[in-house]
């Protein structure tokens, strides 16, 4: 399957600011396809042809390491697309992901294989404690790290999400600017 790049990854492969790769897409200059969550996704090949037709070098190595694979689980679109824009956006150029309902999550979990999820444990289909217990107990997704978000859990409560299996718990609205500490926080923990 052909790399595609994010917006940001796409800027730092051309050594430009995002800005620049946003105004060349709206000029139609450069070829970009939309995500449903509207955030613009620019393949490889377009990306070196527009480069070559611009003679801007391209790098002799492809972009480091694989993006980090974060799902956001949430019943709330507005919630969900102001954290799945912030971390598109995030320096770390993550490859985000959203679920609306527990059954979508539960797919998404298999398919997408996120190193991180951000749930929404207050959603009518989920029951937060089991999900995280499933995730921590199953071989191919131990591994992942779970941020549970609720506006409706105590102390005690996330304490027991906790010896269920979740990462850091945090009372709704979390602003973004710490929600994304906590997500680099968590990568950062790995070993």
Not at 78 to 85: F, T
Not at 96 to 105: N, R
Not at 121 to 139: H, N, T
Request: hydrophobic share 40%; with cysteine; net charge negative.
């Amino acid at each position: 399957m052909e790399d595609v790049f994010t917006v940001f990854a796409a800027g730092q492969y051309c050594n430009v600011p995002s800005k620049t790769i946003i105004d060349w897409i709206e000029a139609g200059r450069l070829k970009a396809h939309e995500t449903a969550g509207g955030h613009r996704r620019i393949k490889r090949s377009e990306l070196e042809r527009f480069m070559r037709e611009e003679g801007i070098p391209i790098p002799a190595e492809a972009p480091a390491a694989a993006r980090r694979r974060i799902l956001v689980v949430d019943d709330d679109p507005i919630i969900v697309e102001s954290i799945v824009q912030a971390l598109e956006e995030d320096e770390h150029d993550y490859d985000v992901i959203s679920a609306s309902d527990g059954f979508e999550a539960g797919l998404q979990v298999a398919h997408f294989r996120p190193d991180l999820l951000i749930l929404d444990i207050m959603m009518p289909d989920i029951k937060g404690y089991e999900v995280c217990r499933k995730i921590k107990s199953s071989p191919e997704t131990r591994d992942t790290r779970i941020i549970v978000l609720s506006a409706y859990l105590d102390d005690e409560k996330f304490e027991r999400m906790k010896a269920n299996g979740a990462d850091a718990c945090f009372s709704k609205p979390l602003p973004l600017p710490r929600l994304k500490e906590e997500v680099r926080r968590q990568f950062e923990g790995e070993g």
